[in-house]
């Protein structure tokens, strides 16, 4: 069963059509790039799979379950609001401009979500939050206020607090796109790894190298439609679409 | 997993050996500066000396009312009314403010119709109304709608003088608080909700963790203003002819015409109350400015304990 299978999803806001039929499937431990143009509609993508944005048509599945919607008898439901947080559990989101919570520490980022949602004991949180920051290489900053970070560190702490919620696919919204150049280099290493793991993962970058190392696939996106798909190598290498060939002439 | 390279060293500064040669210049002259001081500090003396010397500042009258009962008695109750109306507003005001922001339009206008009432009738006709409530309706009662009474009461014993102080107070108060909370909420990034509601947070839990200790350095500074506000509005109680601690200071002076030195007791208490509650604001402001406030890196008034 595909972790992601988006069939049709037309997403609007208000007058403009953002995503205008899009098909996507992720299988289980793949790590798919999406790339494009601003505006194009892929962060927008990215938010329908959580259901921070709720699509107009079209079908959001991830893990084989609708997401915001539940089928019976032909008919669509709207979940509960609550029913909503529940999926979001299992699906972290890292975000480009990090939106840790700035009134806790590191530490505090990382326990917040398992112990406020999931009443993991607070003790049992902070070990494993201990062991996630020393994963992102930040052990020795665990006590300093997301303002006390550097850019690259506080997405670090970002990545650490979405996997602390233990998910089986992280979305990633151009996480590196708000750092300066030398600090890119800090998180992508951390998603390599996550990748190496097995994490499945939706990653929207502007990061070329990185799609064509640790992506399994690419996806070109231009006004609302995914123009093109493929392995990495291939689509960065020889791109079948005009449009695709225009836009990777001015960012490779 | 691989720890990533911390990419925060940098070659040292080159050691050229040679210390830096400290600038030595002449400072710019203030000459104004100066004057005004010498000006202020003139109208400074001659005011000390005039309250100091005027006899009829009445400083011995002062001294005696400063902690005479009827005072400490007016005093208590300004404290008492100042405590409990802002509790009802603050309260009040976070649940206007979250009803206002509420996604269900009949909350959200309830809300917008009540800070609308209240805001636009003036308090001193809200003291009469609630002190006259009995006048609309002589029993209050707590049944079904339209159906059977449970339990029936005497307005006049349920809301007593002191009951309807209160409601004047605080429901007027919780109006205001509303929009103050609101603008606390407003203020606080969209992104945080968000993050929070990406982790599967509830829209309550966000509102409780993550949104409003953040709204708590924007609600503070103006709640305190409303606080020290109370103080001084809650004599408006005279109205419905319950007594604090102006009522009390003009009481006496309607008695012996010490107009100036008893309203002098009353604005010595009055200041001594405020610079009580603007220290406490502040504490609260550093309290809830942890993380926010980039003046972390001074000797902490309580410092947290630095992990093993």
């Known amino acids: ?252 | 997993m691989a720890a990533p390279t911390d990419g925060t060293s940098r070659p040292a500064r080159e050691d050229t050996g040679a210390a830096p040669v400290p600038i030595t210049a002449v400072p710019v002259r203030h000459p104004g500066r100066w004057l005004a001081v010498a000006v202020l500090a003139v109208l400074a003396a001659m005011a000390v000396n005039t309250v100091l010397t005027n006899e009829r500042f009445g400083w011995d009258v002062v001294a005696e009312y400063l902690f005479s009962e009827p005072i400490l008695n007016g005093l208590r109750n300004t404290l008492v009314l100042t405590a409990l109306s802002m509790l009802i507003g603050i309260v009040g005001g976070i649940a206007l403010a979250v009803m206002r922001q509420s996604p269900n339009p009949i909350l959200s206008s309830a809300a917008a119709g009540y800070i609308w009432l209240f805001r636009g009738t003036p308090l001193i006709a809200q003291l009469l109304f609630w002190n006259f409530l009995s006048a609309l309706y002589p029993r209050l009662s707590l049944g079904i709608p339209f159906g059977p009474e449970f339990v029936s009461v005497d307005t006049n014993v349920l809301i007593t003088q002191f009951a309807a102080c209160l409601l004047g107070l605080g429901l007027n108060e919780a109006a205001y608080m509303a929009e103050i909370v609101r603008g606390g909420l407003l203020s606080v990034d969209p992104g945080q909700n968000e993050a929070a509601g990406a982790l599967g947070m509830s829209r309550a839990q966000t509102l409780r963790r993550i949104i409003l200790p953040q709204a708590m350095r924007v609600i503070i500074p103006p709640t305190g203003n409303e606080t020290i506000s109370m103080l001084k509005t809650s004599s408006l109680v005279v109205v419905i002819g319950y007594f604090e601690l102006l009522t009390s200071a003009q009481r006496i002076s309607n008695q012996n015409f010490q107009v100036i030195p008893l309203l002098i007791v009353a604005a010595v208490w009055y200041l001594a109350l405020t610079s009580i509650l603007t220290v406490g604001q502040g504490f609260l402001e550093r309290r809830y400015g942890r993380g926010l406030t980039p003046e972390r890196t001074g000797p902490a008034l309580f410092p947290r304990k630095a992990a093993p």
């Open chain 1, 1 to 252: 069963m595909p972790m992601v299978e988006a069939s049709g999803v037309h997403k609007r806001f208000g007058r403009t059509e953002v995503l205008r039929g899009v098909d996507l499937t992720v299988q289980p431990g793949e790590v798919c790039c999406v790339i494009g143009p601003s505006g194009s509609g892929k962060s927008t993508l990215l938010r329908c799979i959580n259901h921070l944005e709720r699509i107009d048509a079209g079908r959001m599945r991830v893990a084989g379950e609708l997401i915001g919607y539940r089928e019976s008898g032909g008919k669509l439901h709207e979940l509960r609001e609550s029913e909503i947080a529940r999926k979001r559990q299992d699906i972290g989101m890292v975000f480009q401009r990090f939106n840790l919570f700035p009134h806790r520490t590191a530490l505090e980022n990382v326990i917040e979500a398992p112990v406020t949602v999931r009443r993991v004991p607070k003790a049992q949180a902070r070990r494993r939050a201990v062991e996630l920051l020393d994963r992102v290489g930040l052990a020795d900053r665990r006590d300093a206020y997301p303002a006390q970070l550097s850019g690259g560190q506080q997405q670090r702490v970002a990545i650490a607090r979405a996997l602390a919620m233990h998910p089986r696919l992280m979305l990633f919204d151009e996480p590196t796109s708000a750092l300066d150049p030398e600090l890119v280099g800090e998180v992508l290493d951390v998603m390599r790894g996550l990748a190496a793991d097995g994490m499945t993962m939706v990653v929207v970058t502007h990061e070329m190298g990185f799609a064509r190392e640790v992506g399994d696939a690419l996806v070109f996106m231009d006004e609302g439609r995914i123009v093109e798909a493929g392995a990495p190598r291939t689509v960065l290498a020889d791109p079948q679409h005009e449009r695709t060939r225009a836009f990777l002439s001015k960012v490779l």
